[in-house]
Structures are given as C-alpha cells and as structure tokens.
C-alpha cells in the first residue's frame, strides 16, 4: 500500500489549500484515514483525522478553519484548510490504517509530507 500526497505549497496568511491523499495497491478497505504535520524540532502532530464511518477529530488549533473530508471507495482523503496562518507552516503526511484482507486488524501507513509554507 502506498499513500500519495499534493496540494502543499506557499500562500500567504489568510490563503487557502487543499491537500489531497490517494491509497493504492492491495486494498480490502479503509479503517481511517489522517493528516499530520511536522516542523523542524518538534513532534509529528495529528491535525485531523476522519473514520470509515465519517467521525472527525481536529487538533485545537485548526478547528473551524481546517476541514478533512474523505472518498474511501475512492481511496482518498482532503484536507481543506482556510484562513491559514505563519504557524500552520510544516510538513504535512497522509497516514491511513488499512486493511488489505477482510476480517484483519489493519496496518498503518505512511505518505511522503508535502511541504506548506504560510508567508508574506
């Protein structure tokens, strides 16, 4: 399985982006699926997360400007964040937990981060 993330880039505060995740390989299906960020000296954090059932959960700090979404027949995963500001500034990874035979635990992936940087 491999999780392939786009969207990231340079915008300036107050912009908007929306970031996108796409599942692939054997696939049986989708138990969540997530985004995290990361900033140089600090922990990986989770800033959103959406469940097979279309549960959300939001980090503090983006809640009500941030917004995940998620097509898992499609295997995809967005993450819409408005109103951005200089701290939202990181890296930004797609994390799934799939299944890839019915009737498993599932395993939890990784996608290479996409770079988001907030600056005027």
């Known amino acids: 399985v491999q999780l392939q993330a786009c969207g990231g880039g340079l915008v300036q505060p107050g912009g908007s982006l929306r970031l996108s995740c796409a599942a692939s390989g054997r696939i049986s299906s989708i138990i969540n699926m997530a985004w995290h960020r990361q900033t140089p000296g600090k922990q990986r954090e989770l800033v959103a997360v959406i469940t097979s059932t279309g549960l959300t959960k939001y980090l503090e700090s ?6 995940i979404s998620g097509d898992f027949t499609q295997n995809m995963v967005y993450l819409q964040m408005n109103d951005l500001e200089p701290e939202d500034t990181a890296v930004y990874y797609c ?4 299944r890839r035979r019915a009737f498993t635990r599932g395993d939890n992936y990784w996608g290479k981060g996409t770079q988001v940087t907030v600056s005027s």
Do not use: C, H, M, W
Not at 62 to 67: A, E, N, Q, Y
Not at 95 to 98: L, Q
């Open 95 to 98: 994390n799934a937990d799939i």
């Open 62 to 67: 983006v809640k009500g400007r941030f917004t």
